[in-house]
T-cell receptor, first 115, second 115 residues
Framework: NSKVIQTPRYLVKGQGQKAKMRCIPE?????VFWYQQNKNNEFKFLIN????????QIDMTEKRFSAECPSNSPCSLEIQSSEAGDSALYLC?????????????FGHGTKLSVL | AQKVTQTQTSISVVEKTTVTMDCVYE???????LFWYKQTASGEIVFLIR??????ENATVGHYSLNFQKPKSSIGLIITATQIEDSAVYFC????????????FGTGTSLLVDP
C-alpha cells in the first residue's frame, strides 16, 4: 500500500475556480514530485522539490499553477483558475533522493474534474 | 530531448503465458536509468524493475525481466507465467543522470490477462 498520502482523491471544480490538492510524502523522503496524467496516459512533469526547495519545474508562465512543500506541513499543488484542460489525475511521488537510480513512490493521485 | 516511446497500446494474453512489452528511448546522456512501473485499475502506480545504463546484464526481479538492447535504445519488459492480477497498464520511464531527478514516461501498454 502506498505510503504517499494524497488528498482529496476526487476534486470537482467549475471553470475559474481554485483547485488545491495535498500530498504527504513517505517518511524520510526529501524529494517530492508532481505529475499530471491525462486521459491519454501521458505523464506531464510539473515540479519537484528537495525539502522545501524547488529543484526543477515546467515553465509556469501562466502562473495558474503553484506548488510548495513547507517544512512540517503537507506539500500542495494549487491551480488558481481551473480550466477544462486541467482535468486529469494529479500524482504526487516521493523519493529518498540520494541516488539517481532510485525509484519513485507514488500516491493514489487526485482526480480533478473541471466542469 | 529525452523521449520514451511505447508503441503497443494494448496486449491480450492467456494466463500462464509469457508476454513482452516494447519500449524505446532517446537520450544524449551517457548515463541513464530505465524503469518499469505498472498502474492498476485502482490507479495505484507500482515500481517493478530498473535497468542502469552502465550494466550489461539484464535485470530480473521475480517474474519480471528486462531485455536491454543499448545499441537499439530499447528496454523491453518480459513477464513470464502471467497471472490475472498482472492485468494493468505498464509504463516505461527514463531518468538521465544529468537531468536531475525528473522522470520521463512513455504512454503505457495496457495488458489484459485472460483465464
Amino acid at each position: 500500500n502506498s505510503k504517499v498520502i494524497q488528498t482529496p482523491r476526487y476534486l470537482v471544480k467549475g471553470q475559474g475556480q481554485k483547485a488545491k490538492m495535498r500530498c504527504i510524502p513517505e517518511k524520510g523522503h526529501p524529494v517530492v514530485f508532481w505529475y499530471q496524467q491525462n486521459k491519454n496516459n501521458e505523464f506531464k512533469f510539473l515540479i519537484n522539490f528537495q525539502n522545501q526547495e524547488v529543484l526543477q519545474q515546467i515553465d509556469m508562465t501562466e502562473k495558474r499553477f503553484s506548488a510548495e512543500c513547507p517544512s512540517n506541513s503537507p506539500c500542495s499543488l494549487e491551480i488558481q483558475s481551473s480550466e477544462a484542460g486541467d482535468s486529469a489525475l494529479y500524482l504526487c511521488a516521493s523519493s529518498p533522493g540520494q541516488y539517481s537510480n532510485e525509484r519513485l513512490f507514488f500516491g493514489h493521485g487526485t482526480k480533478l474534474s473541471v466542469l | 530531448a529525452q523521449k520514451v516511446t511505447q508503441t503497443q497500446t494494448s496486449i491480450s494474453v492467456v494466463e500462464k503465458t509469457t508476454v513482452t512489452m516494447d519500449c524505446v528511448y532517446e537520450t544524449r546522456d551517457s548515463s541513464y536509468f530505465l524503469f518499469w512501473y505498472k498502474q492498476t485499475a485502482s490507479g495505484e502506480i507500482v515500481f517493478l524493475i530498473r535497468q542502469d545504463s552502465y550494466k550489461k546484464e539484464n535485470a530480473t526481479v521475480g517474474h519480471y525481466s528486462l531485455n536491454f538492447q543499448k545499441p537499439k535504445s530499447s528496454i523491453g519488459l518480459i513477464i513470464t507465467a502471467t497471472q490475472i492480477e498482472d492485468s494493468a497498464v505498464y509504463f516505461c520511464a527514463m531518468r538521465e543522470e544529468n537531468m536531475g531527478y525528473k522522470l520521463t514516461f512513455g504512454t503505457g501498454t495496457s495488458l489484459l490477462v485472460d483465464p
